[in-house]
């Protein structure tokens, strides 16, 4: 079971929800169901440690400029 981050567009809250299957998915500070899947870094397991996969960014992953 994968855990996804969404993003409210209601109330713009951003949270992060394990999912199983096709559920649907609510925010939950306001309840919403307008929620938008993002896209997020992936962390990989190195001898050194982890550390973030180079593909891609995303909303707080720098990709989007938010921050």
């Known amino acids: 079971m994968p855990i996804y981050e969404y993003a409210?567009?209601?109330c713009e809250t951003h949270f992060e929800k394990l999912v199983q299957g096709s559920v649907s998915v609510s925010?939950?500070?306001?309840q919403?169901?307008?929620v938008n899947r993002l896209i997020s870094m992936v962390g990989v397991r190195t001898q050194a440690g982890s550390a973030p996969a180079a593909a891609g960014g995303a909303c707080c992953g720098g990709g989007c400029a938010c921050h």
């Not at 925010?27 to 306001?30: I, L």
């Open 32 to 34: 919403g169901s307008r």
């Open 8 to 10: 409210c567009q209601e």
């Open 27 to 30: 925010c939950p500070t306001c």
